[in-house]
């Protein structure tokens, strides 16, 4: 059998983009290398619109019981009070560089309340994003590892290596997901310019002959930082002594314990390693996210740093703006230019991430020089206005792509709002899981509901009632953007054929 969407890479930002593709009853295969799902410790939670994204899918509801993320909360900061700073009441929901100043609350938008993260490891993501993936009819296949790529006008020919032996595959595109290291990427000779990392981090889960040896939370230290919580076995280190010099080497339990000895100034002993990973902060960005019929997303297209948690959004946001694009072009509606918003959407929403992940590892660096520029950077991000910009940067709520229609909503996440519809109380989130594009109707407003009419094979008309209507109508696009916002008609017919195609007349 030949597959519409071939994706290389059974990661979280693969696996849901399968999920994305199926809800369009696009034909999709996924190709892991990995038999059994990595159990090295990874990401511990999906920040800001990644945890929208994947509670309007339903996701949320797959994962089980998760911690409160109030476990996030600061223990005792390392860095003191902040001279100057007036706390606001709001909730803490994440840190910038080590600093827990990033306040959620009403502006934040989403799906969730407040802006609050999802504590979940990502192994139980990726296992449910798997199973998910698999029930709604993808082909997984684990212990297949891409290991050459062929392309021409009408699909791509991939050669593989499987548990039986290499084999090839046809496809009519290919989305390669295979992480930070990307043989795609390599193979169709997409550039990664970016920086190279100055610090090597440790990040382990282990046990400790003394449990108190050190307190939690994050804490400068002479030569970086090092944060323990929110489980007692979790420590992470980031000493600014030159990136690790082999990253691909396991890490030792006597390797693990130099670094938190130098960073505790202590004489602490690991007994137990359970699990441990190296890092560093090298930043690059793939100069194109597609070449042809193949396209990249997650990590394959951009890597950066872990601090502040904004990877899995930042990927689980490149699939969720490109399935139903792609959907779009497999399905023969796409309009002209529509794939190639992909690539004008979602890099510079990673190039942001990387500049900010940069501006925390300056931050990060030891000396009384970068103190001093720490507490005046926390006492001003302590002001609301300085705190809410800080906060939507790093949860990318702020993140308003380019759809020339004007209100003050176009080019936004759409806002969860409640809603009635019949009689029933709904709301956006709920009626976001299908991932059709949505015509909200919040007017009764016939001569809206006419100018779709058209668009009826592709677009849901809902006619719903809100208190807090922000327009008469909103078309939001499958990925919750809002491609168009109003209080008539006018611009809606051109909003629908730019992003849904031709009309049917
Ligand atoms: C220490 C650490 C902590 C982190 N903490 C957080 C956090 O708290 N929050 C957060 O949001 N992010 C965090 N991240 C980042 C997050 O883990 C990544 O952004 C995320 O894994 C990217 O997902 P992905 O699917 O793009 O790539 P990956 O997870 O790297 O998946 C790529 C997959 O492709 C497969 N593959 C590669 N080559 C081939 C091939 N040739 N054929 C077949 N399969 C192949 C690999 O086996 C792998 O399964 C952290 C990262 C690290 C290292």
Redesign the pocket.
């Known amino acids: 059998m030949s597959y519409d969407v071939a994706i290389?890479?059974?990661?979280?930002?693969?696996l849901f983009l399968a999920c994305e593709l199926r809800l369009h009853g696009v034909r999709t295969v996924v190709?892991?290398?990995?038999t059994e799902i990595?159990q090295t410790?990874?990401?511990?939670?999906?920040?800001g619109r990644?945890a929208d994204i994947l509670a309007r899918r339903n996701v949320v509801d797959l994962l089980g019981d998760l911690p409160d993320a109030g476990l996030m909360r600061p223990r005792p900061v390392g860095d003191g009070s902040v001279p100057g700073a007036a706390r606001s009441k709001a909730p803490v929901v994440g840190h910038f560089a080590g600093l827990w100043i990033l306040r959620g609350g009403a502006h934040s938008g989403g799906a969730r309340s407040g802006g609050a993260p999802l504590l979940v490891p990502?192994q139980v993501l990726e296992s449910a994003l798997e199973k998910h993936a698999t029930e709604v009819g993808a082909v997984v296949r684990r212990g297949?590892?891409?290991t050459r790529l062929d392309q021409d006008d009408h699909g791509v020919v991939l050669t593989v290596e499987g548990p039986e032996g290499p084999y090839e595959l046809r496809a009519g595109w290919l989305v390669g997901?295979?992480?930070?290291r990307s043989?795609i990427r390599k193979m169709t000779g997409i550039a990664f310019p970016g920086l190279d990392g100055v610090t090597t981090g440790y990040?382990a889960l282990a046990e400790f002959d003394d449990p108190d040896f050190f307190p939690f939370g994050w804490h400068r230290t002479a030569h970086g930082m090092m944060a323990r919580g929110p489980l007692r076995e979790r420590v992470l280190t980031v000493e600014f002594d030159g990136p690790p010099v082999d990253r691909s080497a396991p890490v030792s339990r006597e390797e693990l314990q130099a670094s938190v000895r130098r960073q505790s100034g202590t004489e602490v002993t690991i007994t137990t390693v359970h699990t441990a990973?190296r890092?560093t902060d090298n930043t690059r960005q793939a100069d194109t996210y597609r070449i042809g019929r193949v396209l990249l997303a997650?990590?394959?297209a951009h890597v950066h740093p872990?601090f502040g948690?904004?990877?899995?959004?930042l990927?689980l946001g490149d699939a969720v703006n490109l399935g139903w694009k792609l959907a779009a072009e497999v399905a023969g509606w796409a309009p002209d230019g529509l794939l190639d918003t992909y690539l004008t959407e979602r890099h510079p929403a990673a190039a942001r991430v990387l500049h900010t992940t940069r501006a925390q590892v300056a931050l990060m660096a030891p000396g009384p020089r970068v103190d001093a520029l720490r507490d005046v950077f926390a006492a001003l991000a302590e002001t609301d206005e300085a705190n809410r910009l800080l906060t939507d940067l790093m949860s990318d709520r702020d993140l308003r792509y380019e759809v020339d229609v004007e209100h003050r909503l176009a080019g936004r996440y759409c806002p969860d709002l409640p809603l009635t519809v019949h009689g029933t109380a709904t709301s956006v989130a709920a009626l976001s899981p299908s991932g059709r594009p949505l015509l909200l109707d919040l007017d009764d407003h016939t001569g809206v509901r006419d100018a779709v009419r058209p668009w009826a094979d592709r677009i849901e008309v809902v006619r719903a009632r809100s208190d807090d209507a922000p327009a008469a109508a909103m078309l939001v696009r499958p990925d919750g953007y809002v491609a168009w916002a109003g209080e008539d008609v006018g611009g809606l017919r051109e909003a629908c054929a730019r992003w849904f195609g031709a009309p049917r007349e």
């Open positions: 290389v890479g059974g990661g979280p930002v693969g190709l892991e290398r990995r990595d410790i990874k990401a511990g939670g999906v920040t990644g990502q297949h590892a891409l997901c295979d992480g930070g043989a990040q990973t890092f997650g990590d394959a872990p948690g904004q990877g899995l959004a990927g």
